[in-house]
């Protein structure tokens, strides 16, 4: 039982910046690795960014040295920071999460937030 609600979208300029944040709440043992996705209208959902719980991040080659991503685990939060944006970064970008429920052990669970809205004009 995992809620994610992510916040931060807008519009902006080419060029400009923008931060999104993910809020996870919920019952859950821990959550592991986490991620930014995005989609834009009749294309399919792409990765963007993920990090494990120990900070280690991958991007994909389309925001590689514009893009970073962060996360606090004390606070149960996820950070995108978004720089120099082009009018093809326009999506709803997507926060994803897995969870583990018990401290026992046991498969995880996988989650989504509902999505905020970017757009980036030229």
Not at 10 to 16: E, I, K, M, S, T
Not at 76 to 105: F, I, R, W
């Amino acid at each position: 039982q995992v809620q994610l609600v992510e916040s931060g979208g807008g519009l902006v300029q080419a060029g400009g910046s923008l931060s999104l944040s993910c809020a996870a709440s919920g019952r859950f043992f821990r959550i592991n690795a986490m991620g930014w996705y995005r989609q834009a209208p009749g294309k399919q959902r792409e990765l963007v960014a993920t990090i494990t719980r120990g900070a280690i991040t991958n991007f994909a080659d389309s925001v590689k040295g514009r893009f970073t991503i962060s996360r606090d685990n004390t606070k149960n939060m996820l950070y995108l920071q978004m720089n120099s944006l082009k009018p093809e970064d326009t999506a709803v970008y997507y926060c994803n999460a897995h969870s583990v429920t018990s401290p026992h052990g046991g498969p995880e669970s996988n989650y989504w937030g509902q999505g905020t809205q970017v757009t980036v004009s030229s």
